[in-house]
């Protein structure tokens, strides 16, 4: 992932199909990949569904961008996204962009900025579509970062309208081992960083709060099937256990001949 701190980056929110009740922790989440230098939040600012939003855009300084709703059914807000979003593309005052939103209509946008060389992260809903979540280089739930949905009536983000499959948590243990085998050393010991690179290159969706915990050395040591060695001053690394040792002692119990009896006489 780019420096944070020379990365200049576009939010781009489609309010339509995301909470209000996300926009502080999704910014304050956004600051750890980059500088937020544009900030834009589409929708139609005219109906009562986005009224909650608006004391969202004075609080962080986001631009609004009106799009009518011209036919009914009809989600226009995509299109004035995608269309911005090229022109920032082609702007060329950009590293990054970061796209919020849970509809599948967005895959190919963040496709297309990723062949130009551009990081994309997503944010959304559990509910997004498997396929967005694959096309963006990082996608973070919303649900992780510790805000929750209003209960005033407003609908929650919408699911994709393509019925794509929403995107599942993959299996943690299946995740974990192939990293650690894939980044190991002679001795089996991986370095925690470099686990952590290979999860996120592989894994678009991995992030340790996913599973309930803040870090991922915390996560790991959670795990029993995992020895976490991170004394202090070194970096932590971790290693599968060895299990073969207690494998072979219980065939060992189960094989071992049975003593003959010895009869008296």
Known sequence: MPDAANTRLAVLIDADN???????????EIARYGVPTVKR??????????????????????QPVQQFAYTTGKNSTDSALIIDAMDLLYSGNLEAFAIVSSDSDFTRLATRLRESGKTVYGLG???????????????????VLGEEDSADGEP???EG??????????DLRRLLTT????????DGWSQLGSVGSYLSTSNASFDPRNYG???LVNLARAQDYLDV?????????VRLKDTRASTKGSSAKKTAPAKKATRKR
């Open 125 to 143: 809903t559990r509910r997004t579509p498997a396929s967005l979540v694959a096309a963006c280089d990082k996608f973070i739930f919303l649900e």
């Open 41 to 62: 939040a589409y929708g139609d600012w005219t109906t009562q569904q986005l009224v909650s939003w608006k004391k969202q855009l004075n609080m962080h300084a986001i």
């Open 161 to 170: 309208d393509d019925g794509d499959t929403a995107a599942r948590l993959p």
């Open 18 to 28: 995301t909470s209000a009740n996300h926009a502080s922790a999704l910014l304050d």
């Open 179 to 186: 990293a650690i085998n894939r980044t190991s050393h002679e």
């Open 156 to 158: 929650d983000e919408a």
């Open 229 to 237: 060695d991170h004394d202090t001053g070194n970096a932590p690394r």
């Open 213 to 215: 915990f803040a870090k």
